[in-house]
């Protein structure tokens, strides 16, 4: 009995001090809290099979609920797909990194255009690493699963007529403009002939004409003649989704968010699970300022070569309460990569940091050669992970959920969810396995971005 009290104590002590336990739960296990260190259990790493909350639950106007593309929450089917390997993740997602960072020189041999339809987008569909919203096009409104994404402008979809060779198969039935009262074509003022054509990082692809038709966020949020991709020719790696829904920047006409400027603003707000079996969400204009309304904020970056993308500058990060000896960095906040980018000059003070408050377990090889810092926790109960913080300017901080901060593979493959890019020139990029729980706030006219620690 006194032992059982002891644990009970100890647990009451760990859901009072730990940030961000949502997630993480006591499971009779005596724990203890070392200074900035999380105590992790590690079955609460371990995927849940069932979704822990309804896609719909508590949906409002402005606001939206968010899933992982291949988790137990998706309105995707699960039964005719197969969930990516980290294998395939990783690879994905360098992909799109590879090709975001050769995105400069493409923008420079275009002559800096930035308002052609034309324009391939770099980046896009990476595996497992996307997340899903339903959203409605025509009147009536015709629902879609579609991924949405801060790194891609366009927002397009699959449309009758699209035949089996020219389009890939996708859970909900295609877009029908001839069942839509409110659909036409667009105007040739973005593109001579009226098309589109867009290429991802990774070879997808989508090409097809620009039409106009209302868009429904919610049933109380719609907007007339949204401007779209109806595409009859897609390939590539969407899954089952019906197509993309971009979110990047302002700076070109066709964005969601220039298109809908003068209903929520340029604002919005996201914030993505802490698990693939539980839902997040995303919100415009008023709700978004409501939900996501925080302390914690930093300036809005916008840089040409990069146009829909958005920067930040980090003055530094902590590792267990000890800040690393590194100089601020502008980073891209991206939705749609994956693990998080850091220039070698970071990432390596913050490798070394991290090893050094995992010394007492035994190490593992890397789970690839971009993750590389792994541990064997094979017989352990629970572990103690370094509290992590992200440093925007004076006292502000973002300090990350431990399941942003390791990447579970098996119990004898827990890793550093972090990665060095190969040249301190390449493009540091928060990712959105870093970006879970978080409640981030994008206000793109006042010119600042928000952020809150409080979950989803």
Not at 134 to 140: D, L, M, R
Not at 294 to 317: A, V
Not at 401 to 407: C, D, G, L, R, T
Request: charged share 15%; aromatic share 10%.
């Amino acid at each position: 009995m006194a032992r059982a009290k002891v644990v009970a104590f100890c647990c009451w002590v760990l859901i009072l001090t730990l940030h961000h336990v949502d997630e993480f739960c006591c499971r009779g296990a005596e724990v203890a809290l070392r200074g900035h260190h999380h105590v992790v259990q590690m079955a609460s790493l371990v995927p849940a099979s069932t979704c822990s909350g309804s896609y719909t639950d508590g949906a409002r106007p402005g606001k939206m609920r968010v899933s992982h593309r291949y988790g137990p929450c998706s309105p995707l089917s699960r039964e005719d797909q197969i969930s990516p390997s980290s294998a395939e993740i990783l690879r994905q997602d360098e992909l799109r990194v590879k090709n975001l960072n050769a995105q400069r020189a493409a923008f420079r041999r275009l002559g800096g255009q930035v308002r052609g339809s034309r324009l391939p987008t770099y980046g896009g569909p990476i595996g497992a690493g996307n997340f899903v919203i339903n959203v409605g096009f025509g009147t009536p409104a015709q629902y879609f699963t579609m991924i949405f994404d801060t790194g891609s402008k366009q927002t397009w979809i699959q449309c009758i007529p699209c035949s089996n060779t020219s389009c890939y198969t996708q859970q909900d039935p295609l877009f029908d403009p001839s069942a839509s009262a409110t659909y036409s074509n667009a105007s040739c003022e973005f593109s001579p002939s009226c098309d589109y054509h867009i290429e991802y990082g990774d070879k997808s692809s989508s090409s097809g004409q620009l039409v106009r038709d209302t868009f429904t966020l919610t049933p109380t949020d719609t907007y007339s003649n949204f401007i779209f991709g109806c595409g009859y020719n897609n390939q590539g790696n969407f899954g089952k989704a019906a197509g993309m829904l971009g979110f990047g920047s302002d700076v070109d006409p066709l964005s969601f968010i220039s298109q809908t400027a003068g209903s929520v603003g340029m604002v919005f707000c996201y914030c993505l699970p802490a698990a693939d079996s539980s839902v997040g969400h995303i919100s415009f204009g008023a709700e978004a300022l409501t939900t996501c309304s925080s302390d914690i904020y930093t300036s809005l970056i916008q840089y040409r070569y990069y146009p829909s993308f958005y920067f930040i500058r980090l003055n530094g990060i902590t590792v267990a309460g000890e800040p690393l000896e590194i100089p601020p960095f502008l980073t891209i906040l991206d939705s749609g990569t994956v693990i998080t980018r850091l220039p070698p000059s970071v990432y390596n003070p913050l490798k070394s940091a991290f090893m050094k408050s995992m010394s007492q377990y035994p190490p593992a090889p890397p789970l690839t050669p971009l993750m590389d810092t792994c541990y064997n926790l094979t017989g352990y109960g629970n572990f103690t992970a370094p509290e992590m913080a992200l440093q925007l300017g004076g006292s502000s901080e973002i300090r990350l959920h431990p399941a942003a901060v390791i990447w579970r593979e098996s119990d004898s493959q827990v890793c550093l969810a972090f990665a060095g890019n190969k040249e301190d020139t390449d493009k540091a990029i928060i990712g959105n396995h870093q970006q879970k729980t978080l409640n981030i706030l994008y206000e793109i006219r006042a010119g600042e971005i928000s952020f809150s620690s409080q979950g989803c």
